[in-house]
């Protein structure tokens, strides 16, 4: 069964919104953290945000302002809303938890893709 799935990708024009969400299996035991990270075409994936346990949240400097990354209500359940998307946006999205407090994350989504374009 899947652990981790990603949804709400889609195409979009820039400065418009896009929200996407994740959902965890309850397989998975005792998250500590969830994040985004996002691949766009010949580029290596990069981090784009995180959600921490106890309410810290991490942003990249390039999505820092735009994007929101929120907890669902329902538990492990994360949000990312992107608003005023730009081109550079574009890249497959990734949902990814982490289970350790060490520096890598151990589940991660299959991916959606998001595509900024006019």
């Known amino acids: 069964q899947e652990q981790l799935v990603e949804s709400g990708g889609g195409l979009v024009q820039p400065g418009g919104s896009l929200r996407l969400s994740c959902a965890a299996s309850?397989?998975?035991?005792?998250?500590?953290?969830m994040g985004w990270y996002r691949q766009a075409p010949g580029k290596q994936r990069e981090f784009v945000a995180s959600?921490?346990?106890?309410?810290?949240?991490n942003y990249a400097d390039s999505v820092k302002g735009r994007f929101t990354i929120s907890r669902g209500n329902a538990p492990g359940t994360v949000y990312l809303q992107m608003n005023s998307l730009k081109p550079e946006d574009t890249a497959v999205y990734y949902c990814?938890?982490?289970?350790?407090?060490?520096?890598?994350?151990?589940?991660w989504g299959r991916g959606t893709q998001v595509t900024v374009s006019s």
């Open positions: 990814a938890a982490r289970t350790t407090w060490g520096d890598s994350y151990n589940y």
């Open positions: 309850r397989s998975i035991f005792s998250i500590n953290t």
């Open positions: 959600f921490i346990s106890g309410g810290s949240t």
